[in-house]
């Protein structure tokens, strides 16, 4: 019987920092990885989860999302002086590199790794991976937004190829989109990856044109990339679960997933100053909730990028019920199921409205739908 929920943590991934000065750069600390842990722990809940040890990754297992030629230069790194690290940094986006955070890499590449094995062989129910770096801006051959080697796309790759996973879906709830998860799977269809992000019209980053609804992925992957952008701030609770309830758990229960990823970004929770989202906490967990009736409960979170310390005291203290309109998300469910209705019989019949009897309740009225629905 599967007993338990993991967790997955090393301080050894807080040692690597800015060693220079970048204002692009400054609010990946450490304390990002250490306020997240210290959360579960002063809760009770890591004391509650089975702890399981951290390794390296291996070439072979980095190299199942990453090319040759980029392995080889960042193994170069832990050798570089200051100024070559500099110099190599400048090769790509909105990243730094120090001389331990190769190691960091492996380590947050292996913790995943890990997570998926126990997962997979029924040691444990589910899990978190709390790593760093992030990973899911990091491409085949490049480094981007604080993400060096990308542990979710490793990870599903590794599910398929060790686990003999035959489809995976992974959900990507940070504020950012995962261009990276989405490019190494866009015409796979045994991976469905699903992202609601910060957009803007194309005005907040990484300002890609293939973040946008249309971009469904092509050849046999096309509809196995679904995209939610939001074109505005202050997306809320009710926001997250319309999207959840009218784009991603129709097409997820007919995908069946043998697998679920969580890119769990906590940047899209209230308070974060780079998100300007308004979802308080305890939506998270309901979320998590909806997405552990798919895949007979195998769900494996993996940290992206975590709040910042008065970020999530902000969060908390925000967490009471507020009376939350849908409005702001109508534009985007209806964007994401309008292109998608070709691919997913079940888009193809229901239809949206701002007459729909989601876009009229409060917080209380809605939650108690919410479980009657469950």
Partial sequence: MKMGTALIYDEEMTKYKLLWVDPVCKIEVPERLIVSYEALVKSGLADRCVSIPVREATDAEILLAHSEEYLEAVKKTPFMHLEELMTFTQKYGDVYFHPNIYHCAKLAVGATLQLVDNVMTGKVRNGMALVRPPGHHSQSSAANGFCVFNNVAIAAQYAKKHHKAKRVLIVDWDVHHGQGVQYCFEDDPSVLYFSWHRYEHQSFWPNLKESDFDSVGSGKGAG?????????????????????????????????????????????????????????????????????????????????????????????????????????????????????KKYWSCLQHAGMSSQHPLFHFTPTSFRDRLYMSI
């Fill in 224 to 340: 196995f990339n679904v995209n939610v952008p939001w074109n505005k701030v202050g997306m809320g609770n009710s926001d997250y679960l319309a999207v959840f309830f009218h784009v991603l758990l129709p097409v997820a229960y007919e995908f069946s997933p043998d697998l679920v990823f969580i890119c769990a970004g906590f940047d899209s929770a209230i308070g974060d100053p780079e998100g300007h989202m308004s979802a308080t906490p305890d939506i998270f967990a309901h979320l998590t909730h909806l997405l552990m009736n798919l895949a007979d409960g195998k769900v494996c979170a993996v940290l992206e990028v975590s709040a910042r310390s008065s970020s999530l005291a902000h969060a908390n203290v925000s967490s009471s019920s507020r009376t939350l309109l849908l409005f702001p998300a109508l534009e985007s469910i209806h964007s994401a199921r309008s292109i998608h």
